[in-house]
């Protein structure tokens, strides 16, 4: 919102700001205050946030050995959790960067142990094939080459070699678009363990072309200003690669959308999710089809009606989000047919619809999903009237959690929603509930699509397995472990 | 935008402020330092949460389970405050170890989201004391806001503040913005109840023109309105819905009004009323900011207390509710219908936790125990078949089988034994212990706090327990404040838990509202009995500050037997402020020479009245003060008019009768108030007949004698009791 932008409250854009001036420490309080205000909130915004901080988190804590890292960043990872657990995708990102570091330093030893690094380069000469000009690989080499000779010890050559061969999460980001130019076979085995596997890299064809350009370019830089045999920039690296996934998450998933979306469809979705938005606008580009949108009051009917009707011009101003690129047009300006109505005549109209896609706020490794409130009556509906139900979510909201009672899980928000506080009679002789969000289950949930791809339900707990480490599930969890 | 805004802002500010603001609006057009300062005021000034400010400050009272401060901070932080400064009086040191160990402070947390945070220790005794001091200490760069330190709001101010940017460029003596919520028109839990604030508003300038404060027993319920704001407004709002959450937008300009008019004492009552009515001296605008979504309130009595608590409970101020764990070390998770439960609370399995209820950490609740809209904080142990409605139980507390609690508030490490019954609006304060079977009947208040001997002694002694109220084995006496003694209805506003007016005594006109500094603890009991005498007097209601101040005054001069030419001034001064008439100057003065001679007779000394009569009257200047003050027109009308709030006065006093005989005998023999005067004052009285206050009857009584001769005197020389009155008259029109 503009207004929170020209004043004094703070918000993710004032943190991000903040956070390389500010020492680690008081950045990691901040976080948890930001939090436990609410004042940061959501799913992106949260997961931009705690991915940035831990970066910090990597970048300024002084570590002699891979152990002392690890817990760090869970440490950092428990507090975060715990001030506001609600939000799943913060322990998401911290076990995504746990598991990454996890793999780092096994790399590490594996490398130190068996000498592959020649194996390893033939690797790196066939990725590079694909994108960069290969005159940069003989460049890397010789800066590692250099800073090998100033250490001037055996040891050191050979780390520096194991080093420069660990570097999955690069060599992936790379092989995202190598199919091309021709990946060897056993690297898809690596892609699957490797901690952070590059959001682009399962569906071929998932990524417009200018993405990966971009991408490349960035990485590329990196591979060039960081040594590559320093672990601490692998980490960091790392965690860079989890912020573009994040900031890329959205368009990855719109660019499946002419698969799911047909011409003269009708499609019911829900309060004003920015990916799912994006997803009917890639679609409305080649295609003419109708939207029901269900206002979701009373927690999101003001954003969801300005989905519907701001003008370009005052989107231009209405800034909410900083890292996520804006998105300029609302949806009856991209030629969609748009309907709003109230979240009550969602069953008498869906008989008419084609397919229901929701947006979720966190994906649990049972399937099922947290969704705005409204969600399950609108999926429940949905299987009535058998019409498919289709999620749009990132990858970085699917929790490898598995709670047991769903009902912790939702948020009860400001029931000033609901009931005016004017209203004096009702204040005291009401009360007033509001959740915030829904359980959907499973089984009332027929796709979910996501930047790595389409998946049924019941695969989730694959994706889960590949993208978390089993050792760090329940790392927020002493007890458990 | 902001920068520039501010760099305006400072051009426009005055003088001698001027170059330094002008330079801080410099310095931000880089990068945005303009930061945003806050004053919060952590001392309230008043008793309304005795027994239990007695030993702690108010701030740090818990509101389900967490400190009052922690809420206005988090208030702060939310707005994005990055200077704080913490005005506390009673109970410093108190406050400043709880910041220095909370995550607030810059210095010793890494958590603190503000720049600087200082406390500031005041010998102030009122608001206004306090920001006269803040004025003089040059701290205030910009704007700032203005809290108290029992605030608890979720509003963000972003809005507002730009609102008020945007005024002030445009005018600069757009001075301040209040942030106040609407509260409906019906019945509101969080209203104010008993005093309702009045603001009249133009709302399409949103501008603030006149304020007043009405009470429940006020005669008249009419607002007093400039017939020039009616002209000068096309459209007004006479608002009475509005809930005052004290958040105020201010300029450093508000400081230099403060500074400038040193008898405001409170920020609404004096300061805002005040500069309104002077609007056409100073030019100063006041604007409001009227919201009507999210949450903001003060805990600023106890019925606020456990209404602010309900709608924690009730998740209006979302996020600021117990499951957000907002001090470190708290582990709320909310359950469905408004359960709040700490990690390592033991429930009985047949004991009942209801709803809208809190429970601490530590806390266990024995079998068949019921505990239901109730919060009860850490390391509490309730037994079995204990009964908790709607009750405030803070930390270790025990409390014993079969008890039952309704509506009360136990504070921290109190003991209640078994099978006690407490009933509804019981107080009971730190450490008091009940033994078994006692009964706590409704509105009594417990505490063990020591208490000060004297006004005039510093030393503190313990009061012993009192067995018929505690019990044999007992500790704890009953609380009575100043005020109690001569039922002060102010304090049964604010100062009980349950509202009711239903044992007040409607036919009364007026009550005083005021608590100031006046109602500090070492203060005599005196100043503040002295308040009844609105019950049985005032048909003004709009003016008690003045009133007050006024006796406030005279009692001093009175006391330290001073000069009664400075008193003048200073009185003088004071009805101008306040725009008093003739008869509340009198009325003033009539209660504060009754109160002084009957405390001399009712005190230690038991002076003889008329002794203690004359000694007020030797006072340096009280003659001329009588005479040309009190009775300035010389009228005989005001002479009776004076005899009658005397005699009202002495109503309320124990030695009345006798009081009221001496004084009248002295302004006789000073040739203050004419025979004429007391005859005819003494024949409308005895020609009421069976019309006339039984009490306003006996407190007479004693002075009949005196009439009696006064009337044998006029037989006797007739010519020279009209000389006598000639004489008296001229003596007031030469000075």
């Known amino acids: ?481 | 935008m902001s920068h520039s805004q501010k760099g305006k802002v400072a051009a426009g500010g005055k003088g001698a402020a001027k170059a330094k603001k002008a330079a801080g609006g410099k310095k931000s057009e880089n990068d945005r330092e303009d930061t945003l300062q806050a004053v919060i005021l952590a001392d309230s000034f008043e008793t309304r949460f005795n027994p239990f400010t007695l030993e702690t400050p108010r701030c740090l009272l818990p509101l389900a389970n967490t400190p009052l401060i922690e809420y206005t901070l988090e208030f702060l932080a939310m707005a994005g405050v990055a200077d704080i400064f913490i005005y506390c009086g009673a109970h410093t040191s108190a406050v400043q170890s709880y910041i220095l160990s909370s995550k607030w402070h810059p210095s010793t947390s890494a958590a603190s989201p503000f720049n600087t945070l200082e406390i500031v220790k005041t010998t102030a005794r009122s608001v206004g004391d306090a920001l006269r001091d803040l004025d003089s200490r040059d701290m205030i760069t910009g704007d700032f806001l203005l809290v108290h330190g029992d605030l608890v709001s979720n509003l963000p101010i972003d809005e507002a503040l730009r609102n008020h940017r945007e005024r002030r460029v445009k005018d600069k003596n757009a001075i301040m913005t209040m942030i106040l919520r609407a509260g409906g028109l019906g019945e509101h839990r969080t209203k104010a109840k008993g005093i309702t604030p009045v603001f009249v508003v133009d709302p399409g300038k949103n501008r603030c023109v006149h304020y007043e404060e009405m009470h429940p027993l006020q005669a008249h319920k009419y607002v007093d309105l400039d017939e020039e704001l009616l002209k000068d407004h096309k459209d007004i709002e006479v608002r009475t819905d509005l809930i005052d959450c004290g958040i105020d937008i201010c300029t450093p300009d508000v400081l230099a009004l403060w500074a400038e008019s040193f008898d405001y004492e409170v920020p609404r009552r004096h300061f805002l009323h005040g500069v309104l009515k002077d609007y056409e001296l100073n030019g100063k605008t006041i604007h409001t900011e009227i919201v009507d979504d999210r949450y903001a309130a003060r805990v600023f009595n106890l019925q606020s207390y456990d209404s602010v608590s309900k709608d924690v409970l009730g998740r209006w101020t979302y996020p600021l509710v117990p499951d957000s764990n907002l001090v470190a070390g708290q582990s709320y998770k909310f359950e469905r219908g408004s359960l709040y439960k700490e990690n390592d609370v033991m429930l009985a399995r047949t004991c009942k936790a209801g709803k809208k209820t809190v429970l601490g950490k530590g806390t266990s609740v024995g079998a068949g125990s019921v505990v239901s809209n109730s919060i009860i904080g850490r390391d509490c142990q309730i037994g079995k078949n204990v009964t908790i409605k709607d009750a405030y139980i803070w930390d270790n507390v025990l409390i014993g089988d079969g008890s039952h609690v309704e509506r009360a508030i136990i504070a921290n490490e109190a003991v209640i034994g078994k099978s006690c019954k407490i009933q509804p609006g019981a107080l009971i304060s730190y450490k008091v212990g009940l033994s078994d079977n006692t009964e706590i009947r409704p509105n009594q208040r417990i505490t063990r706090a020591k208490r000060k001997r004297d006004d005039d002694s510093e030393t503190e002694d313990e009061v012993p327990s009192d067995p018929s109220i505690v019990g044999s084995s007992g500790h704890g006496y009953e609380f009575r404040d100043a005020e109690e003694f001569s039922d002060d209805e102010e304090a049964a506003f604010h100062s009980s838990l349950i509202y009711s007016t239903q044992h007040l005594n409607l036919s009364n006109a007026s009550i005083s509202t005021l608590s100031s500094s006046l109602s500090s603890a070492d203060e005599p009991s005196g100043p503040r009995s002295r308040l009844s005498s609105f019950t049985s007097l005032s048909d003004d209601g709009d003016n008690e500050g003045f009133h007050h101040d006024a006796v406030q005054g005279i009692l001093d001069t009175l006391h330290e037997h001073g000069d009664f030419d400075s008193a003048k001034l200073e009185f003088m001064g004071l009805r101008l402020s306040n725009d008093a008439t003739d008869h509340q100057i009198r009325r003033a003065i009539a209660v504060a020479f009754s109160k002084h001679i009957s405390q001399l007779v009712d005190g230690e000394q038991k002076t003889e009245a008329s002794k203690a009569a004359a000694s007020a009257f030797a006072t340096g200047g009280a003659v001329p003060f009588l005479k040309n003050v009190a009775l300035s027109t010389g009228t005989e009308e005001d002479a009776v008019d004076f005899l009658r709030c005397l005699q009202k006065d002495a109503v309320n006093r124990g030695s009345g009768p006798l009081v009221l005989a001496a004084v009248c005998q002295r302004l006789y023999e000073e040739e203050v108030v004419g025979e004429e005067a007391f005859l005819r004052w003494w024949e409308e009285a005895e020609g009421m007949g069976e019309d006339e206050d039984v009490e306003m009857k006996r407190v007479r009584a004693k002075t009949g004698v005196f009439v009696e001769w006064l009337r044998e005197a006029e037989s006797e020389s007739e010519s020279g009791s009209g000389s006598d009155e000639e004489e008296s008259e001229e003596e007031s029109e030469d000075e």
């Not at chain 1, 030893?109 to 690797?123: G, K, M």
Request: some cysteine; proline content about 6%; overall charge negative.
């Open chain 1, 1 to 481: 919102m503009p207004s929170l932008q020209a004043g004094y409250a703070p918000n993710l854009s004032f943190y991000l700001k903040s956070l390389k001036a500010q020492p680690v420490e008081s950045s990691i309080e901040n976080l948890i205050s930001l939090l436990k205000r609410r004042q940061i909130t959501n799913s992106r915004p949260c997961a931009v946030a705690t991915a940035h901080l831990l970066l910090q988190v990597v970048a300024k804590f002084r570590w002699t050995n891979i152990d002392k890292l690890i817990k760090r960043i869970q440490d950092v990872g428990r507090r975060l959790i715990e001030a506001q657990p609600r939000e799943m995708v913060v322990g998401n990102i911290v076990r995504r960067v746990l598991g990454m570091v996890r793999d780092e330093a096994k790399e590490d030893r594996n490398e130190d142990a068996s000498d592959s690094a020649s194996n390893s380069q033939s690797d790196r000469g066939a990725s590079h094939s694909g994108g960069p000009p290969p005159t940069f690989s003989p460049l890397r080499f010789s800066t590692t080459d250099d800073s090998d000779s100033t250490e001037a010890t055996g040891d050191d050559v050979f780390e520096g070699q194991s080093h420069g061969a660990s570097r999955p999460p690069l060599i992936t980001s790379h092989t995202s678009y190598a199919p091309a130019g021709g990946l060897p076979p056993q690297k898809s085995m690596f892609q699957l363990l490797s901690a952070n596997p590059s959001p682009a890299s399962t569906p071929p064809g998932a990524q417009s072309p200018q993405n990966t350009s971009n991408l490349n370019a960035t990485s590329l830089a990196h591979r060039i200003t960081t040594s590559t045999k320093d672990l601490k920039a692998e980490v960091i690296e790392g965690i860079e690669e989890i912020v573009d996934e994040l900031d890329q998450a959205d368009d990855r998933i719109a660019a499946q959308s002419l698969e799911y979306i047909h011409s003269n469809e009708v499609i019911l979705t829900h309060s004003s999710s920015k990916s799912v938005q994006k997803f009917l606008l890639e679609a409305a580009k080649k295609r003419k089809f109708t939207v029901i949108i269900a206002e979701s009051y009373p927690n999101d009917h003001e954003a969801t009606h300005k989905s519907v009707t701001r003008s370009i011009s005052t989107d231009a101003e209405g800034a909410d989000e900083l890292s996520t690129p804006k998105f300029s047009k609302s949806l009856s300006d991209a030629g969609i047919t748009v309907i709003l109505m109230t979240d009550a005549t969602i069953f008498a109209i869906m008989s008419r619809v084609n397919k229901v896609i929701l947006a979720t706020h966190a994906v649990i490794a049972n399937g099922g999903l947290i969704a705005a409130a409204g969600a399950r009556i609108i999926a429940k509906a949905a299987r009535v009237h058998r019409t498919p139900v289709i999620v749009v979510s990132g990858v970085y909201k699917l929790s490898p959690q598995y709670p047991f009672e769903f009902e912790s899980l939702i948020e009860y928000g400001d029931p000033g929603n609901i009931v005016r506080y004017q209203d004096g009679a009702l204040v005291e002789n009401l009360e007033v509930d509001n959740p915030v969000y829904d359980y959907v289950p499973p089984d009332l949930v027929d796709l979910y699509i996501t930047n790595i791809g389409a998946h049924a339900p019941s695969y989730l707990y694959r994706i889960v397995a590949d993208h978390y480490k089993t050792e760090d599930i329940n790392f927020d969890k002493p007890e458990l472990q």
